[in-house]
């Protein structure tokens, strides 16, 4: 089997990747959201897994959550009620979004898992000490760990996970610049599932992994024959757990060159110093990475970010792929689409629940969007 299918595997299978995992002795704990934070889960000696919902009907998910809720927290809670996780040790609910915050609750009260926390970022992240405010906030979960797990995470521990999760994250973002300047060596969708299996896939042996797929990427196995005239583009939002869409926009004349989202770019953006204190180091990316609308930097860093990172990939569009009821990403969109069209960058929005709208219909938003380009 070579590199890559090890990722395809992963990310088109993940609970069965974490019932692996389990059954081989480490425990397990989902988390859903990109504030989790995984180098302290696995300094614990845990592996730490990202939840990614399900696209089937989720009955009884809605039997515990309003109407308005996204279809990542639904499908995220219906694979815990239908017994899909039964594998998972249990769950941490970073603070971020509203539905995130009350799926916590739900999540606490209705299913069976053994370990449960919260983590309650910030939201300003210009606040006076929410700097140290976050630091006793990720002690405090640390202590968590510690009492769930029996064992002291120590900073040699701490060390060592940081290290493996800035070499993963250092892969990814080459992995991406590659792509930036060479579009047509993988294909985008490939390039979705890859960041997704990081967040799967054993931590210890990622970096190895992720090398060796680098390799077999400038080998030049994986090549698209994409042609360098295709519309270069950018998508931003939450979550992309659709492969078919990076097919679709390729399949128009487009290629997705950079992304903004949690389970893209935002997933490995920012780097940890190995030096000093480790949780302190740990906290300081959360103000240092690209923020989520969930958090404040200031009222324009999201905008700033996104023109930046258009300008540096050569973007010619940005697509804003939003889950529907997602309201942290659309109250953003308004203010985020008026910057960007200001500074000649042209926007398109497309809204998805579980499923991509019908193909006919988002083939033609996308194929006029690109066309305009
Ligand atoms: S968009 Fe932000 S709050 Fe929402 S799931 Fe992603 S990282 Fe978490
Ligand atoms: S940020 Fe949006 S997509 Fe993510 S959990 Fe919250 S509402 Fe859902």
């Not at 998972?88 to 898992?113: E, K, M």
């Not at 760990?145 to 070499?167: C, Y």
Request: one cysteine or more; proline letters at 5%; glycine letters at 6%.
């Amino acid at each position: 089997m070579n590199e890559l299918d090890h990722f395809l595997e992963a990310a088109d299978q993940p609970e069965r990747y974490g019932a692996g995992i389990k059954a081989g002795g480490t425990p397990v704990l989902g988390y859903l959201c990109s504030y989790a934070p995984e180098e302290i889960i696995h300094a614990a000696g845990v592996h730490p897994l990202r939840l990614f919902g399900t696209l089937e009907s989720t009955l009884h998910a809605d039997s515990h959550l309003q109407a308005y809720c996204c279809s990542l927290a639904r499908g995220v809670l219906e694979t815990a009620l239908d017994g899909t996780l039964e594998f998972l040790d249990g769950a941490v609910f970073p603070h971020t979004c509203d539905t995130i915050q009350r799926l916590s609750d739900i999540w606490r009260l209705n299913t069976p898992f053994d370990f449960f926390a919260d983590v309650v970022h910030p939201v300003r992240l210009d606040a006076g000490f929410a700097r140290e405010y976050l630091e006793d906030t990720l002690q405090r979960f640390k202590r968590e760990l510690e009492a769930w797990s029996g064992s002291k995470i120590d900073d040699a521990a701490l060390a060592r996970s940081i290290e493996t999760f800035n070499t993963a994250r250092k892969r990814l973002d080459d992995l991406y610049r590659m792509r930036s300047r060479d579009p047509g060596c993988i294909s985008g969708s490939r390039v979705s599932s890859i960041v997704k299996a990081s967040m799967i896939l054993n931590r210890d042996e990622l970096p190895g992994r992720l090398s060796r797929l680098l390799e077999e990427i400038e080998s030049g196995r994986y090549r698209t024959g994409a042609t360098d005239d295709r519309k270069r583009l950018l998508v931003a939002g939450s979550l992309c757990d659709h492969p078919d869409f990076y097919s679709m926009v390729e399949n128009l004349g487009g290629v997705v060159v950079w992304d903004d989202l949690c389970t893209g770019s935002r997933a490995f953006d920012g780097f940890i110093d190995p030096s000093g204190d480790p949780v302190k180091a740990i906290a300081r990316r959360y103000f240092e990475r690209r923020p989520c609308p969930s958090k404040h930097l200031s009222n324009t860093a999201r905008a700033e970010a996104l023109a930046s990172m258009a300008e540096e990939h050569g973007v010619q569009g940005i697509i804003f792929f939003l889950l529907k009821f997602c309201d942290p990403h659309a109250f953003d969109y308004p203010y985020l689409k008026e910057y960007l069209e200001a500074k000649n960058i042209p926007v398109t929005l497309i809204e998805v629940e579980d499923s991509l709208p019908p193909e006919g219909q988002l083939t033609t938003r996308l194929e006029t969007f690109i066309y305009t380009l």
